[in-house]
């Protein structure tokens, strides 16, 4: 390993100064040093991309509760969720609604380089997702899995899994988010969830917060912290101490599952808090971006086929969520007795020719892990609003993920060409989805489907 000198505490400060100074947003000359106003705290909201709720007498009712100092004070916004502190923005901790995607994601790519080689030799950071496994386990520890009802949401979206209970309408659902942290070692977790993330992108959602262990390479549930409000959260952020030596902040929330009384508190609390939380239908649970208010552009493009796909197959066949988020397959397909591993895929347009049209498709592929489990990757094909769905492909997913082509995007031209390979990819209306269901359950078509 190359060793790279260390830099001094001058460097490490003046790094972490540019960098807050580079959040900070723009504010005019004549804003600031400026005693702060209901009506600049509004404008300079507005001017950070927030759409604030009209009613001036109801932020300033709901500004008085808060109790604080006006900077310190968050505003109500139209969609009945509220701000982020006015403080946090200012000052750069919190970046503004507005802004630009580029920015982001090279804050993110800064973000990862600082990572050291130490950090990840020591396997720190999340590198697996458990949420399935602690949240399957704490279904059978607790006796859940005899009265619950769930179905997992599509990846990209806030919500991980929609649960239903007796006492509930039938069709409705109560949108959760599970989070998991190891309890092995160590005197702090942190569940990385926050007072402002359930103010805002989860609130009305149940948050359900599983500390793991791995006794005898099974995984274990050692505690459980419930959260179905905002002033649930003790303190700025859910970071529970592993083993107390006395009460804690979190006391209030933590169910121990060493102890069958607590087990049975556990199971009560989320029940009872799923009667109190707002219910949908599992179509708004895992598709409405009234539900789901924090999805990336990427994210929403790809519901759009996830939805049609769901809403077109034949009578004879279902379809299934991937439980296991980040993985190669979206969702599988159940027919008799079968299954079948899908990836979903958008076609985007590829190769910008001198006169402004393009010549092909492609689509990423990623790190793709557990692409073995995947059978068949489906290709869609939206309009130029990027809206509505006007065709499919069906590529074998031997033929997509391959050493070759690990984590390259996958390319090939409109007549349906792909260099290097003699078949074509072709595309089929969105009207043919049934029949190429059919034909890939039948496991005809070569590397891609021909009707």
């Not at 390993?1 to 001058?10: E, I, L, Q, S």
């Not at 942190?190 to 609130?203: A, L």
Request: charged share 25%; net charge positive; proline share 4%.
């Amino acid at each position: 390993m190359t060793k790279v000198p260390r830099k001094t505490a001058k460097q490490l400060n003046e790094q972490k100064r540019l960098c807050v100074k580079s959040k900070k947003p723009h504010m005019p000359a004549t804003d600031k040093r400026r005693c702060l106003t209901l009506q600049s705290m509004k404008k300079a909201y507005k001017s950070w991309g927030y759409k604030l709720d009209p009613d001036d007498n109801k932020q300033q009712e709901y500004i008085k509760s808060q109790g604080k100092c006006l900077h310190r004070c968050k505003m109500l916004l139209a969609d009945g969720t509220v701000t982020p502190l006015y403080s946090s923005i200012q000052s750069g901790h919190t970046r503004p609604a507005n802004t630009p995607p580029e920015d982001i994601q090279a804050r993110k790519e800064a973000g990862n380089a600082k990572r050291s080689a130490t950090h990840k030799a020591r396997g720190l950071g999340q590198k697996h997702h458990y949420e399935k496994d602690t949240f399957e386990a704490l279904l059978d520890v607790t006796g859940l899995r005899n009265v619950l009802d769930y179905a997992w949401a599509p990846d990209g979206v806030n919500v991980d899994v929609a649960l239903n209970s007796e006492q509930m309408a039938a069709g409705t659902y109560c949108a959760s988010q599970l989070k998991a942290a190891n309890m092995t070692s160590g005197g702090q977790v942190n569940f990385n969830i926050t007072k402002i993330d359930m103010e805002t992108k989860y609130k009305g959602q149940l948050i359900i917060a599983i500390g793991y262990k791995y006794v005898e390479r099974k995984i274990t549930v050692t505690q459980v912290f419930v959260l179905s409000d905002p002033n649930d959260m003790p303190g700025r952020s859910l970071q529970p101490r592993v083993n107390p030596k006395r009460e804690d902040a979190c006391a209030h929330l933590r169910f121990r599952m060493d102890d069958e009384e607590q087990r049975r508190a556990c199971k009560e609390k989320i029940l009872e808090s799923m009667l109190q939380l707002p219910h949908h239908t599992l179509q708004d649970t895992c598709f409405s971006l009234e539900v789901n208010r924090n999805v990336s552009e990427n994210t929403k493009t790809e519901l759009i086929g996830i939805q049609y796909i769901k809403d077109a197959l034949p009578g004879n066949t279902t379809m299934a969520l991937a439980s296991d988020k980040n993985k190669t397959v979206d969702f599988t397909f159940h027919r008799a007795g079968a299954s079948l591993g899908i990836s979903a895929k958008t076609a985007t347009l590829a190769n910008k020719k001198p006169d402004g049209t393009f010549s092909g498709f492609l689509f990423g592929t990623g790190a793709a892990p557990d692409h073995h489990k995947c059978d068949w990757v489906l290709v869609v094909y939206l309009d130029e609003s990027r809206k509505i769905v006007e065709g499919f492909s069906v590529i074998r997913g031997s033929a997509v993920y391959t050493d070759a082509n690990k984590s390259k995007p996958y390319h090939w031209s409109k007549s349906g060409q792909k260099k290097g390979v003699a078949y074509r990819i072709e595309k089929h209306s969105a009207a043919h989805l049934p029949q190429l269901v059919d034909l890939m359950f039948g496991k005809r078509g070569g590397q891609q489907i021909t009707l």
